[in-house]
């Protein structure tokens, strides 16, 4: 049973303000398996699975972001810890546009996510369940607008190719579940929002998916 709603969140301040969070709502849903729930297994699954890679399986992950300022971090990186990946096919993330639940979300009411990745990573080719696992980094700074204009309602990682990623998953436990890493660059462009006008962010939620 999920024991998120105790706070297990847990923070880390540096002496430069970054922070790391933890304690995400995370699950993934299988095209092949179509009404089954896999809130609170060990791990997360992206990619394609059968015979002829033909079925689908798709992570969702949210963190609780509402009581950070986004206006004093403007930069998020998204760290997950893959245990299995055979294939250096690259993974994409995508910001959600609809509300769902780990405890309830399956591949047959599975939210949509906008068009469009905010982050594309290579994982490394990991043997099959060898630990330690390793660490795959996204820079999910352009979802920080769509979090604070329309409400944060998490990601999906999606694998572009014909192979299965495995990944350490909140339920796992232990120093390799999801993080997300805040930080602030001034140097660089707010929010990671290369070439969207803040309008535009606001008129994506305004007309829907």
Known sequence: MRILTVFMMMVAVSAFG???????????????????????????????????????????????????????YHYAELHLACIENRLTNPYEVYVVGQQWDEGTVTWQ?????????????????????????????????????????????????VQDGADLGTFISSDFGGGYVPKLHFYDDTGMNPKGVEGASLGRIKAIYANGL
């Open 109 to 157: 009411n599975r939210p949509e996510y906008y068009p469009g990745p905010i982050a594309e990573t290579e994982a490394p080719y990991h043997p099959d369940m060898e630990w330690p696992p390793e660490w795959v980094v996204f820079d999910v700074s352009g979802a920080l607008t769509y979090w604070e204009y329309g409400g944060n309602r998490g990601v999906a990682v």
């Open 18 to 72: 970054d922070v790391w969070l933890e304690g995400a709502e995370d699950t993934y849903v299988d095209e092949r398996e179509p009404g089954d729930n896999f809130g609170g297994g060990l791990y997360l699954c992206s990619g394609f699975v059968g015979e002829d890679w033909d079925s689908q399986r798709i992570i969702y992950i949210r963190f609780d972001v509402e009581q950070w300022m986004f206006d004093e």
